[in-house]
């Protein structure tokens, strides 16, 4: 860290640079403020790379050169910068040139002597000290020349770690390159797959489109209109359009249709090629891995290990014979150990370093040269392999670049074939727009119902209000009036009252055509709109079961704007009875209106949203969710279902309770009245203790005291009489409680009504119309059979009675029957309302159940409907703001060049000659190198240097014309002394040669008139368009080549009248058709194999060339002529006469 001149910490460090082409790595002192520029003037310095040919890289950054370092992050010891060389990423570019080991070789010391190094022991007497000063000698020359071997080797080693990390620093330069390829490809696979997905959607649209017109045109002329809207000019849908220009509309569009399918396939192709490319780059790899590489050093780390021992080895035995030999310099020698004894011990070791540890030395250290040349090796073959790779980056960067530009192209085209289907789109829209302006019509007027009937509403509502007002107004003047005088209450105002409210709409859509839902059909059928999509089967399965778990509120809130209307009016939690309606009159009504826009919306949705596709993941993941919704849907309806079953099972259940009580009652009350006659019909003797038993049981019954069962159960249907007439407000108890002793079963069934039923289920006046003639007639019959059981034997009992009883008794017995029996009337009335009730809300929730079920269907779909059109819309609208901002770059990007091509152009016209055209380019290279910004495009660069290379190589041609200039001007003087002097003598050569030629022309050459073959002389006349014409008896339509005229006429003040010239070629020609017009590839002109034509290069163009299957001769088409091609012949004379 060091501080800078405002005071600020700068961070210094040093920065690693890798250069990719051969792994050399440098490290440069800087600090946060450092610019990259001069990190490249340093690797200029150190490498070689001009800087302009230099591209770093940190990570995926590109570093530019007037941006510190610090932008970067940089120095860090986590980052390193790499640098590619641009220039060898051309096609052209040489590979960089081969690794060059320099190993400083360490030559072995010379064999010892005595007399280079003499030792007092050399003049010893004994042998044997004369000994110890050699083996000394020998000792040290081993010990020396180990040294020198191990130092060889250690650098050998060092060398090779060296290799190892320079080819790592190339794998990861590959590897950064591979990235910041493969970060560049992805993106423009991500737009290639956008393109095709919307060229696929455009496709399938206009083929569609093309192979349906016939069965749009039969629709439309099928269709009648409305008999409103009939002229006599306009009788059905076709008469729409100008049916004489639709076949022209077809035409065009086939034929633009099949040109783009062509133009859309040779790009797929290009881009196959090269995704292919790029698969095969990614899949290359080097021969050798850099793991096994450097696995192969570390198993030679263990020969430098072995030399070190050996070196330690010598080493000791160095100082061994050192210290013997010191020894016996300063006779310290001990007795046990005498010079001899010495001796003989340094015989092996000598032997062990000669024979053992030298050559094992020099072996390990082969071993090691064979490893160095083995990674210089590899070395060269990475970094042959790196360029090559470099090379393929660069020419995909290339492509890919290309590939985007055409992009741009495509999008216009695309637009332009919207454009030319645009009538075929009109003719296949008609049906469904006027199947949508019917339904709007119905929707209209739906809406206008609803619309005046809440008006009316709103208007009983403000009158409501304004009672509640007058009354509240009253009250309080009755109260203050005793307190204050009436006048000093007006002079405050108290008196005025509320304005009566007059809701007044003014008539509207007064001109709306007189048709309901059901003429929507009638006027548009379905086979308007055009057949189902692909997948509609699919979709309408998610919206049929997703409709379950959604309200009406949820679909109504994702539907258009259109829907919203009828939303506005009327909210669907507030279904009331509006203008003198029911409410299922508003709902139904409420329904016609969300049908209409419904089927609108769907004749609104464009081919797009029929063709539209899902993705794989989007399709499984919308069936997923179909899948669990419609089960949650099933699942609520089934338990729906099982609790309506079960309130109907407790109203069958309370129904037979009542049938079964009522029949009980029957039979008590019988099997009670034929005891009364028994009891009568006995003996006078008799008849007064029954009588009175009688009498008194009856009185019992009424006081409720009886302990019988028979008084129990006439006592349940009074009570049961007395709950129905508290239902009607005629109830004894004035709390509407219940007696006690009252059966539950008899309870009144209206009271356990579903409190989630439709409010029109509980309308009792609806209740009552719905009676069935069928359960009422059945109770009647069953009340008439109870009461006939009792009531026919009144009239004998009470005559046997009035004979021999009391009639007190008689009319007690008639009174209490008579109770009992309008009891039973009451009962049988109650429960044939309960009957008629079940019934009418059976019939009521199965149709309330089948409209819920089939609007839930049908809303759902439309939401499912409207949630892919708006899908596709939020796609298209991110894929046309992302070509957007491409198609502004590149604006952007070609404005920029056609600026600097005008400039080239002003400078290529300038006024001046050559030299002011290299001083204008000259000045336009500096000017462009003035300007030049390291944040512009690769191509903006190539061109300012390109410009560069052009206008020095146009100030050398200028140099070198300037010069070739003076020295033709001296040749030119030269020349025409020299060509005075030739001349004098040609003319002389010339008569000599023409008299010789003259001669032997005439001996050995004849004119061929019958045939015209190679080598053959044959004699050319000039005819009347200006062609020169073989003369022959049997052969026409042989005439002399442009060539050979050019040859024979270069020289001649005009054309001569005939030429002479020996046969050298024949070409045979047909005279073709004129041509006018381009043709595509492959539909060129025939031409002879012998000739050549502009048009070999290019693909799309014609040949203009006249002399190539044009008649220039005047011969009819079809007619077979021939080019002959002819040499000079030796005589002038012969073949260039003068004109005469």
Request: net charge negative; hydrophobic share 35%; aromatic share 6%.
């Amino acid at each position: 860290m060091s501080l800078n001149a405002s005071g600020g910490l700068v961070h210094r460090g040093k920065l690693l640079i890798h250069i990719a082409e051969n792994g050399h790595s440098f490290e440069l002192d800087c600090d946060e403020s450092t610019l990259v520029e001069a990190v490249q003037r340093f690797t200029e310095t150190m490498a070689g790379i001009q800087l302009n040919d230099q591209l770093l890289l940190c990570g995926d950054l590109k570093l530019e050169s007037h941006e510190p370092l610090g932008a970067y992050k940089l120095p860090s010891d986590e980052q390193e910068v790499f640098c590619f060389n641009k220039a060898r990423l051309q096609n052209n570019a040489i590979p960089p040139p081969p690794e060059q080991v320099e190993i400083h070789d360490i030559a072995e010391p010379p064999s010892p002597s005595s007399a280079q190094d003499p030792h007092p022991l050399d003049t010893a007497m004994d042998p044997a000290l004369k000994a110890l000063p050699s083996y000394e000698r020998q000792f040290r020359y081993h010990y020396h020349c180990g040294h020198a071997i191990y130092s060889r080797s250690i650098r050998k080693i060092e060398i090779c770690q060296r290799l190892l990390r320079e080819q790592k620093v190339q794998e990861r330069a590959m590897e950064i390159a591979r990235r910041n390829l493969d970060h560049f490809f992805r993106i423009l696979n991500q737009n290639y797959m956008d393109f095709l997905k919307c060229y696929s959607q455009q496709h399938r649209i206009h083929s569609d489109l093309l192979v349906n017109f016939p069965r749009d045109i039969e629709k439309l002329r099928s269709c009648k209109l409305h008999p409103a809207l009939q002229t006599p000019t306009r009788k059905c849908l076709l008469d729409l359009v100008k049916e004489e220009n639709l076949r022209k509309w077809l035409e065009t569009c086939s034929c633009s249709h099949k040109q783009f399918e062509n133009k859309v396939s040779q790009f797929k192709h290009v881009f196959k090629k090269l995704k292919h490319d790029v698969e095969d780059l990614f899949s290359s790899k080097a021969s050798l891995p850099i793991r096994d590489l450097e696995l192969m050093i570390k198993e030679h780390d263990r020969h430098a290990n072995e030399q070190r021992s050996i070196m330690q080895s010598l080493s000791k035995d160095v100082s061994t014979v050192k210290k013997l030999v010191d020894e016996c310099l300063s006779t310290q020698l001990s007795s046990s150990l005498r010079p001899h004894d010495a001796v003989s011990a340094l015989g092996p070791m000598y032997d062990v370093h000669d024979k053992s540890h030298l050559p094992k030395m020099r072996a390990c250290d082969r071993s090691i040269s064979d490893l160095l040349e083995f990674c210089t090796n590899k070395k060269n073959e990475m970094s042959v392999f790196v360029h090559s790779y470099m090379q393929k980056i660069a020419y995909i960067q290339h492509a890919i670049k290309d590939v985007r530009l055409q992009f741009n192209a495509f999008s216009e085209a695309i637009k332009r074939q919207d454009a030319v289907f645009e009538g075929l789109n009109v003719v296949h829209n008609i049906g469904r727009a006027y199947r949508a302006s019917l339904s709007e019509v119905v929707r209209r007027k739906a809406c206008m119902k609803l619309y005046m009937g809440m008006a009316g509403q709103l208007a009983e509502k403000l009158a409501t209000k304004r009672a509640e007002e007058m009354t509240r107004r009253e009250q309080f003047l009755k109260e203050q009036s005793p307190y204050i005088p009436r006048d000093i209450l007006n002079a405050m105002g108290l008196f005025d009252t509320p304005s009566q409210c007059d809701v007044h709409i003014a008539p509207f859509d007064n001109s709306l055509l007189d048709i309901d839902v059901g003429d929507i059909d009638r006027y548009a059928p379905q086979s308007l709109v055009g057949l189902p999509f692909k997948s509609e089967k699919q979709r309408a399965s998610l919206s049929i079961s997703s409709s379950g778990s959604h309200t009406s509120d949820d679909v109504n809130a994702n539907f258009s704007r259109e829907e919203h209307g009828s939303q506005d009016l009327l909210d669907e939690g507030e279904l009331v009875e509006i203008a003198g309606t029911s409410k299922l009159e508003v709902e139904n009504a409420k329904l016609k209106a969300d049908l209409a826009s419904a089927i609108a919306t769907i004749c609104f949705f464009g081919p797009e949203a029929e063709y539209g596709s899902l993705d794989d993941s989007n399709l499984d993941n919308l069936l997923k969710n179909a899948a669990e919704k419609t089960a949650e849907a099933l699942q609520q309806k089934d338990e729906y279902i099982k609790h309506l079953e079960s309130m109907l099972k407790a109203k069958q259940s309370q129904c037979q309770s009542y049938e079964k009580r009522i029949e009980e009652l029957a039979e008590q009350l019988s099997e009670k009245y034929m005891q009364g006659r028994k009891s009568l019909g006995n003996n006078d003797g008799r008849y007064s203790p029954k009588v009175d038993d009688c009498r008194s049981e009856i009185l019992d019954q009424g006081e409720g005291a009886l302990p019988c069962r028979p008084s129990e159960l006439m006592d349940d249907v009074s009570s049961t009489s007395e709950i129905m007439g508290a239902k009607e407000g005629l109830s004894p108890w004035p709390t509407g409680k219940l007696p006690e002793g009252i059966d539950e079963n008899m309870t009144d069934s209206s009271g356990m009504l579903n409190p989630h039923l439709d409010s029109s289920m509980m309308d009792p006046q609806r209740d009552e119309q719905q009676l069935e003639e069928k359960d009422e007639d059945k109770m009647v019959e069953q009340c008439e059979t109870g009461t006939s059981d009792v009531v026919p034997s009144e009239a004998p009992a009470a005559t046997s009675l009035d004979a021999e009883v009391d009639a007190d008794i008689v009319l007690e017995l008639q009174r209490a029957l008579g109770d009992r029996t309008k009891k039973l009337t009451e009962t049988e009335s109650s429960l044939k309302s309960a009957l008629k009730e079940i019934a009418s809300l059976g019939s009521e929730l199965e149709s309330c159940r089948k409209l819920l079920d089939e609007s839930q269907m049908n809303c759902a779909h439309l939401e499912n409907c409207l949630h892919e059109a708006r899908q596709e819309a939020q796609t298209h609208l991110c894929a046309a703001d992302r070509r957007a901002s491409e198609y502004n770059t590149l604006r952007a990007s070609a404005v920029k060049m056609r600026g600097l091509f005008e400039r080239l152009r002003t400078c290529v016209n300038a006024s001046g000659g050559v030299s002011g055209f290299a001083e204008a380019l000259r000045s336009l290279a500096q000017s462009l190198a003035s300007s030049a910004n390291d944040s512009e495009e690769d191509g903006m660069a190539e061109f300012r240097a390109c410009i560069k290379v052009l206008a020095d190589k146009v100030c050398i041609l200028s140099r070198q014309r300037a010069e070739l200039l003076d020295r033709y001007s001296k040749a030119e003087a030269a020349n025409r002394r020299l060509t005075e002097e030739l001349e004098e003598r040609k003319e002389l050569v010339k008569t000599l040669y023409t008299k010789h030629q003259l001669e032997k022309q005439a001996n050995k050459e004849k004119i061929s008139f019958s045939r015209f073959e190679v080598h053959e002389i044959a004699a050319f006349v000039r005819n009347s368009l200006g062609h020169y014409e073989a003369i022959s008896r049997s052969c026409p339509n042989y005439y002399l080549s442009a060539e050979s005229v050019a040859l024979f006429t270069d020289r001649l003040p005009s054309r001569p009248s005939y030429i002479i010239g020996q046969i050298v070629h024949i070409e045979r020609r047909i005279v073709k058709p004129p041509i006018g017009a381009a043709r595509p590839a492959g539909d060129q002109v025939d031409c002879p194999a012998s000739s050549s034509s502009p048009s070999d290069s290019t693909g799309n163009r014609l040949s203009l060339d006249p002399g190539v299957g044009s008649n220039l001769f005047g011969l009819p088409v079809g007619c077979e002529y021939f080019i002959v091609t002819v040499a000079m012949l030796p005589d002038p004379a012969i073949h260039s006469p003068p004109s005469s």
